[in-house]
């Protein structure tokens, strides 16, 4: 059982970590990515250099993953709240450590053949501030919107939206769903060029250079994606 004076010494050590801004900053660095995303980046990543952030990068890369899941899910037919929530929680257990320590890893590799610096441990913080960060702050921004608009906002059906069919919406829900577009539309936007802030950070390089690693990247992801397709299409014609 804590001592009087062991509790005594843990807020006094709290409070001085507070005056130091050892705490406060890290809140604040949540806020001021979305205006100075590289002087965040350079600040975390001596703070990553001196401290392990495992668990916490990790936890960060979770709640971003489930946030994602919960406001980008969409279905052929109306589910419910409870489905799309259990389906966040289990698929981000997947998803967190890959988007954390794959993704990143993704990016040093590349970054690497057009002369970046950064380490697979730079690239983790670079994504984690720039865009796991944001991702949660968009999602939980989005969580009212969709709470308005209803269990409606996940269905998505291409064939019925290409015949005109749509779901009748309330003229606040409809009000919900524009404002959520835009917002999601801004966000979607502002966070990208985040990232390639970060990972120029990260990798000592503009941000131009940074979206070449993306282009570069997402190029070879597609032609995986079709030669794994393809594979699969001859082994089920056999």
Same mark, same amino acid.
Do not use: C
């Given at each position: 059982?804590?001592?009087?004076? =062991? ?18 900053? &890290?809140?604040? &660095? ?10 965040? $980046? ?6 990553a250099r ?5 668990? &916490? ?6 709640? %971003? ?11 052929? $037919? ?52 720039? %865009? ?9 921004? %989005? ?29 606040? =829900?409809?009000?919900?769903? &524009? ?33 070449l690693v ?13 030669? $794994? ?10």
């Amino acid at each position: 059982m804590l001592s009087l004076h =062991q509790l005594k010494r843990d807020y006094d050590t709290i409070r001085v970590q507070v005056k130091k801004g050892g705490i406060s900053k &890290n809140m604040q &660095n949540w806020f001021k990515v979305w205006i100075r995303p590289r002087q965040v $980046v350079a600040d975390e990543l001596k703070t990553a250099r001196e401290k392990k952030q495992t668990w &916490n990068y990790l936890l960060i890369a979770y709640v %971003s993953a489930v946030l994602s899941t919960f406001t980008n899910f969409s279905s052929g $037919v109306v589910p419910t709240f409870a489905y799309v929530i259990v389906f966040a929680l289990l698929t981000s257990i997947v998803v967190a450590p890959i988007s954390l320590y794959v993704l990143s890893w993704l990016y040093k590799w590349v970054g690497s053949w057009l002369g970046g610096k950064g380490t697979a441990l730079d690239l983790r913080v670079a994504t984690v501030h720039t %865009s796991m960060i944001p991702l949660i702050i968009h999602g939980l921004i %989005s969580i009212p919107f969709i709470l308005v608009i209803g269990e409606t906002y996940y269905w998505f059906d291409l064939e019925s939206i290409l015949l005109g069919i749509e779901i009748a919406l309330s003229p606040l =829900q409809l009000w919900a769903q &524009n404002i959520l577009g835009l917002i999601s539309l801004t966000a979607g936007i502002w966070t990208f060029v985040l990232l390639m802030h970060g990972i120029g950070e990260a990798h000592q390089f503009s941000a131009w250079k940074s979206v070449l690693v993306v282009l570069i990247l997402g190029a070879m992801l597609v032609v995986i994606a079709v030669v $794994v397709s393809f594979l699969l299409a001859i082994v089920g014609a056999l």
